[in-house]
């Protein structure tokens, strides 16, 4: 008989959860066990009542006996083996089916017999795991396992080669303070003893080093049979991240510790990488290393090429990066600039040239360094960084100081004192949010002129969607800020869209359309000109990029790149008078190289690849 849904108050119960792969392929592989399969017997009670669940891993001693009481395979000593203990993390590792369904029923320290038909050890049919050479798997056989320990893991290698032990307790707390920010809840960890959690601190803050920060850590380590290999010692182990100071899977295990958490990491052989901390590596199949994370200095490769560095010497107050300036925020900062010589020369310093008053700057705005402002934008108050920045990311794009000679690398000792967040524009008359948008308007026509376009387009975007999301003019402004960056989908896009919100402006951007349209041909056909005759080497031949072998191209070139020019001006004059005076300033083009194909070389520049070999 059909359930009528009015019985119970007309709601329907809820969908089914979704089972995920894992969940299913356990479902599948537990409809195997019949009755008598699989049996347990207890030789010896745990502690507590706690099981393992999934995600959990346990550390246990395996001896395998055929019914007749013959030991066939055993992690003991005693019975053969290296008294090394197995692994395994549930949900995640591969084991056979009777390891499943049993682990998950014993307590810590348990030792128990489990009887096992083929079907529920390696006779399954696909089974996951092999079964050791001549192991007796079509017999039925007692597998007694002692649960050495079980806890929380997180898996740091994919392959279980790496897994840090975790706090159970602390991470539900972790997982409740991510939710609902409140800070209170920090305050339960420092009872985690008292309430019977695992000896490992969570650490301070969210921030976890990478490559490459610098490490501060105390590390005791051990066989898995319990063997000491590094001792316990007073002072703390230095090193880089990144310069193979310490093995692969300890660098892996530290690169997920916040500062000041103490863990346990397990390392398999495969991630037992030979560096200065343990130069010996024969015979080991497993190390288990004890860290306390004691501080991490934030070192960022901010181009990723080496040549731009922020090492954050003093730390700031707050949560990075979530406490960092804002784009358009008022920061205040004291710096010291040094030239690289040796010795190193000062050649400005607030404290001293500026009266003792810090520099203030708007970000967004270009009035300082590119590197400077990148690596501040990076900072929390207070922060105290020492930057070493190239040149063309320094003041050889910059107003340069009379004391700084051309090409210099230069090093800034930044300290942020602190910073104000952007203007609410919330609760502002019409008036008002019209004057802050002629001030951002009048920034980024400046950043433009001075050829900052990425800056420019920021200012732009800014006045399209928090002035007027239908503002043709700064839609015009920014369409030209990306067809100058090479952007060009995006520029004919902001030029369509002025067409949609503001019939008036169509003559406009039909000609700005016009105009992308020959600045896109151009580009292309440049790009075809540079690159001609890459691909005609034989093998083993260099080709260069841009070279022509025929005299005279270049002149070529500079008369194709006025005559463009020239049908510029005149698609410009298809637009009305006013377009003149409204939309229309100064562009500060540039150089050849960069109308030529300006996304394609900076990818070219930033690999190196100035020349290309063909094979």
């Known amino acids: 008989m059909a359930h009528d849904a009015s019985d119970d108050g007309g709601q329907l119960p809820p969908p089914a959860k979704k ?248 390392v398999s052989s495969t991630y037992l990488t030979k560096s200065s901390l343990m130069p010996q590596l024969e015979g080991l199949e497993e190390v288990h290393f004890d860290v306390e994370l004691a501080q991490f200095v934030q070192v960022r490769d901010m181009l990723g090429d080496g040549r731009l560095i922020k090492r954050r010497v003093v730390d700031g107050k707050g949560e990075f990066p979530m406490d960092c300036p804002l784009h358009d925020s008022l920061l205040r900062v004291h710096y010291k600039g040094m030239l690289l010589d040796e010795p190193k020369s000062v050649f400005y310093d607030t404290r001293v040239d500026n009266d003792g008053e810090p520099l203030e700057f708007c970000s967004g705005e270009g009035l300082v360094p590119e590197g400077f402002e990148m690596c501040v934008r990076l900072m929390l108050p207070g922060e105290k960084s020492i930057v070493t920045c190239p040149p063309d990311f320094a003041y050889d794009k910059f107003p340069r100081p009379a004391n700084v000679p051309e090409g210099a690398h230069v090093q800034w000792e930044i300290e942020l004192l602190g910073f104000e967040m952007p203007k609410d524009w919330t609760g502002l008359t019409f008036k008002e949010i019209m004057d802050e948008a002629d001030k951002i308007k009048n920034t980024g026509n400046r950043l433009f002129k001075e050829g900052k376009f990425e800056l420019a387009k920021a200012k732009y975007d800014k006045e399209v969607l928090d002035a007027n999301p239908v503002h043709a003019k700064a839609l015009y402004r920014r369409g030209m800020s990306y067809m100058l960056l090479g952007e060009f989908d995006d520029a004919r896009n902001d030029f369509e869209k002025m067409i949609m919100v503001d019939k008036s402006s169509e003559p406009e951007a039909k000609a700005a359309l016009l105009k992308l349209k020959q600045t896109e041909q151009e580009t292309e056909k440049k790009a075809r000109k540079q690159f001609k005759g890459l691909f005609d080497k034989k093998p083993g031949e260099i080709s260069e990029v841009g070279v022509e072998s025929v005299g005279g191209k270049d002149a070529g070139d500079t008369k194709s790149s006025g005559e463009a020019t020239s049908a510029d001006r005149d698609a410009d004059a298809k637009g009305s008078q006013s377009a003149e005076s409204e939309y229309a300033f100064e562009e500060e083009r540039p150089g050849l190289l960069g109308r030529l194909w300006p996304s394609g070389r900076r990818i070219f520049s930033s690999l190196g690849l100035n020349r290309c070999t063909i094979l």
């Open 19 to 266: 089972k995920s792969p894992a969940e299913e392929e356990a479902e599948k592989r537990r409809k195997k066990l019949t009755p008598g399969s699989l049996m347990k017997g207890l030789i010896r009670s745990g502690t507590g009542d706690a099981t393992p669940a999934e995600g959990d891993q346990v550390i246990i001693h395996c001896t395998t006996r055929t019914m007749d009481g013959i030991v066939v395979n055993s992690t003991r000593r005693e019975h053969g083996g290296k008294g090394i203990p197995l692994r395994f993390v549930l949900g995640k590792s591969k084991m056979i089916l009777g390891f499943a369904e049993g682990f998950p029923t014993m307590l810590k320290g348990e030792i128990a017999m489990f009887k096992m038909q083929p079907k529920i050890h390696y006779a399954e049919d696909d089974c996951p795991v092999a079964a050791p050479d001549g192991f007796p798997k079509d017999d039925e056989l007692q597998f007694e396992i002692e649960m050495l320990d079980f806890f929380k893991a997180k898996v740091v290698a994919e392959d279980l080669g790496v897994v840090k032990k975790v706090n159970s307790l602390l991470i539900s707390l972790q997982q409740i303070c991510s939710i609902i920010q409140i800070e209170i809840f920090r305050i339960l960890f420092s009872f985690s003893d008292l309430l019977g959690a695992p000896i490992i601190d969570e650490g301070k803050g969210w921030e976890t080093p990478r490559e490459p920060y610098e490490i501060t850590a105390r590390i005791t380590a051990r066989t898995a049979d319990g063997k000491e290999i590094i001792p316990s010692k007073e002072e703390a182990y230095f090193f880089t991240i990144g310069k193979s100071e310490v093995p692969k899977g300890l660098e892996m295990g530290i690169g997920t510790m916040a500062r000041k958490e103490k863990a346990i990491i397990f």
